[in-house]
C-alpha cells in the first residue's frame, strides 16, 4: 500500500503510523528504490577525492592539484575589498543574472578587439560559477541523447561525465607523441592529432568536439594549422566547438594562443570559456565566462538561468576591474597578462632542471601551468605489477607522495578506461607555487637522486 500510495500520501500515513505506536515500523521504514539518477550510473568515480586526500595526509610539497600558492596581483585584492568595503553597497546584492553589467561590458570589448568583431555585452557574453559551469551549462544546452562529442585526450578530466550526465557519448581521440630529437626533451608540440583519425571520428552523430588550448595536463597549445584542420572538420560536419581557453594567457617561448572562434566559419559555432581563476590567479573566486554568438548563448542563458541563475556579484566586480586595468595596460610590460607567463616560464624551467636531476623526463609545456613528465626508467625502483588494474602512474604517484612527499597526478586519470592502459607512464606537476614551493620541491628531488647514486 505504501510503495502504490503518492509521495505526499505515503509520508502521511508513515507519519500516522509513528503517532499511533508504530514506531518500530517507522524506524525501519528505510528507502528500498533506488535513489540515484540514471544519468549518475559510471560518473561517480572521481580520483582527484582520493589523491587530494593523499597529498594532504602525506605530502611535505603539493605539486598536484592546479592552484597557484602564491598571491593574486596587489590591483585586484584591492578591487575585491573595494567591493565588499566600499560604499557600494548594493555589490552585496543580486546583479544581473547573466552576467554583471560592468564585467560583461569590459568582457565584450576585450574579446571583441581580440576577435577583431563587435560584440554586444547583454548577449554575446554570459558570466557563469567558473569555467566549470560554463562547460556544465554547453553540455546540457547542446547535447541530447545519442549526441556524440568529441573529446582530445589527454583531457580535463570532467568533460566525460559531464557529456555523459547530458544523454551524450563522448567520443576519444588522442593526441599521439612522436619521438624528440636525439638528446632533446620532448616539447607538448610533439602530441599531436594525426589528421585521417581525426576525420575518422567525426559522423552524422557528432554534435560538438571539446578543444582545450593551452591543454590541461600536456600544456600543449594548438597551433594555427592543427586549428584549421579541427575547424574544417566542425564546418564540414556542421558541428559545433567548445573551446575551453581558461589558459589562455599562460603561454610561453613566444607562442601565439590562437582563438578557433576567429578562423572562417567558426564564430557561429564555437562557444569560448574563460576563467577569472585562471587570469588572475584566483581560483577560489569562481568567476568564469563564455563568449560566443547569441544563437548559441541564448541557450546557455536557460540552463543558467534554471541552474546556478547567478554569480558572486562582488567578485564580479571585481574581475571587471581587473580587466579594465588589463585594457589600460594591454601589451606594455607591467601588464599582468605579460608578467604572468613571464614569471611561470622561469618556474617551469626550474622544474624541469630539478625533475632530469633524478631521472625524468618532463615533456616541456608551451602553456598552462602544468608539466607532464615521464617515469617509465623508474620501474626498477618502483617495480610494475603485472595484470594490475590500476595504472602504473597512479601506482608510482602514491608511491612517490608516500615515499617521498612530493604530489603529483598521474596521466591517465585524463584518459578515458579504454585507453588509461596505453599513457600510463607520465605523472603531471603543477609549477604554478612559490619560489620556496619549488625549491623544497628541487631538494626532494636532489636528495632522491643522491639515494639512487648511493653504492
Ligand atoms: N577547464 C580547464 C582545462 C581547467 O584546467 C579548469 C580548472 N582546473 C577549468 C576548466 C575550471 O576552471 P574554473 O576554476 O574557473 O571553474
Known amino acids: 500500500m505504501l510503495r502504490r500510495a503518492g509521495p505526499f500520501l505515503r509520508h502521511f500515513l508513515l507519519e500516522r503510523n509513528c503517532s499511533v505506536g508504530y514506531s518500530s515500523y517507522c524506524s525501519e521504514a528505510k528507502m528500498s528504490r533506488p535513489v540515484q539518477a540514471r544519468r549518475l550510473e559510471g560518473v561517480d568515480k572521481n580520483i582527484w577525492v582520493e589523491f587530494v586526500k593523499l597529498a594532504t595526509t602525506y605530502s611535505t610539497v603539493n605539486l598536484g592539484q592546479g592552484f597557484p600558492d602564491f598571491p593574486p596581483p596587489e590591483f585586484l585584492k584591492e578591487a575585491f575589498s573595494r567591493a565588499v568595503s566600499g560604499e557600494k553597497h548594493m555589490l552585496h546584492q543580486y546583479t544581473r543574472a547573466f552576467g554583471h553589467p560592468p564585467l560583461v561590458k569590459i568582457l565584450a570589448q576585450l574579446f ?268 626498477s625502483e618502483v617495480p610494475d605489477v603485472p595484470n594490475s588494474d590500476e595504472p602504473y602512474d597512479s601506482r608510482f604517484a602514491k608511491w612517490m607522495v608516500k615515499n617521498k612527499g612530493l604530489a603529483a597526478i598521474p596521466l591517465s586519470a585524463f584518459y578515458c578506461e579504454a585507453h588509461k592502459g596505453n599513457y600510463n607512464s607520465f605523472i603531471r606537476f603543477c609549477f604554478a607555487k612559490e619560489d620556496a614551493t619549488l625549491k623544497a620541491a628541487d631538494d626532494i628531488l636532489q636528495k632522491w637522486k643522491l639515494e639512487k647514486t648511493a653504492p
Open 112 to 379: 571583441g578587439k581580440l576577435l577583431g568583431r563587435d560584440l554586444d555585452p547583454m548577449t554575446n557574453v554570459m558570466v557563469t560559477v567558473g569555467a566549470y559551469q560554463a562547460l556544465f551549462c554547453c553540455f546540457q544546452a547542446f547535447i541530447d541523447e545519442g549526441d556524440e562529442v568529441i573529446i582530445i585526450e589527454p583531457f580535463f578530466d570532467c568533460y566525460e561525465p559531464m557529456v555523459k550526465m547530458a544523454g551524450g557519448t563522448p567520443v576519444y581521440i588522442p593526441l599521439r607523441p612522436k619521438a624528440p630529437k636525439e638528446g632533446k626533451l620532448m616539447s607538448s608540440a610533439d602530441w599531436q592529432l594525426d589528421p585521417a583519425e581525426l576525420a575518422s571520428k567525426f559522423s552524422e552523430q557528432t554534435k560538438a568536439i571539446v578543444l582545450n588550448s593551452p591543454n590541461n595536463p600536456l600544456g600543449k597549445v594548438f597551433s594555427r594549422g592543427e586549428l584549421e584542420l579541427i575547424a574544417d572538420l566542425c564546418v564540414k560536419h556542421d558541428a559545433l566547438c567548445i573551446s575551453d581557453e581558461v589558459y589562455e594567457w599562460l603561454v610561453y617561448d613566444g607562442k601565439e594562443h590562437i582563438r578557433i572562434a576567429s578562423l572562417p566559419g567558426m564564430w557561429d559555432r564555437t562557444v569560448i570559456i574563460g576563467s577569472a581563476g585562471k587570469t588572475f590567479s584566483v581560483t577560489g573566486w569562481k568567476v568564469g565566462w563564455t563568449v560566443g554568438s547569441n544563437r548559441l548563448l541564448q541557450h546557455l542563458r536557460t540552463v543558467h538561468q534554471n541552474s546556478v541563475y547567478h554569480c558572486a556579484t562582488a567578485a564580479q566586480d571585481a574581475v571587471a576591474e581587473g580587466f579594465q586595468r588589463e585594457l589600460e595596460h594591454y601589451g606594455k610590460p607591467d601588464s599582468y597578462f605579460v608578467q604572468l607567463p613571464r614569471e611561470l616560464q622561469q618556474k617551469r624551467d626550474q622544474l624541469v632542471q630539478s625533475l632530469v636531476a633524478v631521472g625524468m623526463k618532463p615533456i616541456i609545456p608551451e602553456g598552462t601551468y602544468f608539466l607532464v613528465a615521464d617515469i617509465s626508467e623508474f620501474k
